[in-house]
């Protein structure tokens, strides 16, 4: 019986964690393709396992660090979102980019997020190094 309890208990819990994400996740029909993120209403909603909505008037700037090595000679690239808002808090997503989805580039990306007021800074991460 204490097994059966220990081998349950588990199952239950990351049953229960994957019922909650399908529930969150349909809150946000439109999702497919967006990107690291996507916008919903008055939302930039990151585009995780659990979306992240984060209201756009709380957010002071956005980071998009990539490589642009990356970006010119491979069919992916590898690309982190930095949300800082206002109360100083942040969140950083991870994303691996691809020319399908909806933002393709970087430079989609702020594109969209200064087209609705919020500052975005673009950071090459290949600038610093010596090739």
């Not at 309890?5 to 964690?17: D, E, N």
């Amino acid at each position: 019986m204490i097994s059966f309890v220990f081998t349950f208990l588990p199952t239950a819990a990351v049953l229960a964690f994957v019922v909650y994400m399908l529930i969150s996740r349909r809150k946000y029909p439109d999702r497919k393709g967006g990107g690291p993120f996507f916008f919903d209403g008055d939302n930039l909603v990151l585009n995780t396992g659990l979306p992240y909505p984060v209201p756009l008037a709380e957010i002071d700037r956005v980071e998009l660090k990539y490589s642009s090595w990356e970006l010119e000679h491979r069919m992916s690239y590898g690309l982190t979102v930095k949300v800082f808002r206002q109360s100083g808090k942040t969140k950083t997503v991870l994303y691996k980019g691809y020319g399908t989805a909806k933002l393709p580039y970087p430079a989609d990306m702020a594109a969209a997020l200064q087209a609705r007021g919020v500052r975005c800074d673009l950071l090459d991460g290949c600038a610093n190094k010596k090739r």
